[in-house]
């Protein structure tokens, strides 16, 4: 069996890990970074919480004999994403990204993109608007520096938000379209920062966006180390695959010891 750590956090990281668990050739862990209140059940073996930096993972990954790692984090969760490339080239474990390509505007979406929190607030303008902000709880308060907007904040767990004129909805997607565009039109929202994922599962904003007119704030993604990237879960299952005959090999070579 080839041991397979999996870096969740993504509906992506959910379905292989899914996948792994219904194939005998492996045995997969799916790793979260615990950041919401609860986890919704994988329904396969999972952990939660950091590994303690690069030595920490490294450590983890020795320990347990690991074959191969998939960094299948949110494209924002760089530090994970950066201290596993480390990890992997340290412990010698072959690593493979899981990520599928961001967004691109079409016709009829009103976007402005930026490369970061503070560029998100700053692009919102000098006129009081009425904001959707989907950038996560840990983000928000970048928009304390733009005050004299109302912000209605998505984020899973309810919080307090550090900014004046703000209300938090908690909620756990994905949403549809339909839910998308009643929100933002109840809301009476005139703009929606988003961060650009990419993600399936969270695409209905966008639409709604563009069939409603709504301006769209899209924070680009950070850089990442340049590792072998997969964009699908069957590109992930195939990469694996190969990893099991390779660990196979290796490992028939040793016992006859050639
Ligand atoms: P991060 O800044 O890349 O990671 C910070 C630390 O959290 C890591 O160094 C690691 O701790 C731990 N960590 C992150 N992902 C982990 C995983 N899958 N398994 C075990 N430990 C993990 O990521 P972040 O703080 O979670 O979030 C950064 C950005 O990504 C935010 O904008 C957030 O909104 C967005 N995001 C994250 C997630 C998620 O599931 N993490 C989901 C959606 C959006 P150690 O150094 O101790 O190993």
């Known amino acids: 069996m080839l041991k397979v750590l999996i870096l969740g956090g993504t509906s992506e990281a959910r379905r292989l890990g899914q996948q792994l668990a219904a194939d005998a050739r492996f045995d997969a862990l799916l790793s979260f970074a615990g950041r919401t209140e609860s986890i919704a059940d994988p329904g396969v073996p999972y952990r939660v919480g950091g590994f303690g930096g690069i030595d920490g993972l490294c450590e983890h990954l020795r320990r347990e004999r690991y074959g191969a790692l998939v960094d299948a984090t949110h494209p924002f969760a760089a530090q994970m994403s950066r201290h596993a490339a ?20 079409v016709a009829g979406d009103r976007w402005v993109e930026v490369a970061t929190m503070a560029a998100a607030a700053a692009a919102l303008g000098s006129d009081p608007c009425r904001v959707l902000c ?24 309810p919080f307090e938000p550090p900014l004046p004129r703000a209300r938090v909805i908690a909620a756990r997607g994905p949403f ?57 879960v069957s590109e992930a299952m195939i990469w694996l695959e190969r990893a099991w005959v390779e660990a196979d090999h290796d490992a028939s070579t040793t016992k006859r010891g050639v």
């Not at 990890?87 to 967004?103: I, S, T």
């Not at 950038?135 to 767990?157: I, M, N, Q, S, T």
């Open 176 to 232: 549809c379209v339909d839910e998308e565009r009643a929100l933002m039109e109840r809301e009476h929202i005139d703009v929606l920062v988003s961060k650009n994922s990419g993600t399936p599962s969270t695409y209905a904003k966008i639409i709604a966006a563009r069939q409603l007119g709504v301006r769209v704030v899209m924070v680009c993604r950070p850089s990442l180390p340049a590792v072998t990237t997969l964009s699908a």
């Open 134 to 157: 989907t950038v996560g709880r840990l983000e928000v308060g970048a928009f304390a520096a733009a005050p004299w907007h109302e912000y209605l904040v998505r984020a899973v767990d």
């Open 86 to 105: 480390s990890a992997a080239e340290l412990v010698r474990v072959p690593l493979a990204r899981l990520e599928g390509p961001p967004w691109r505007p």
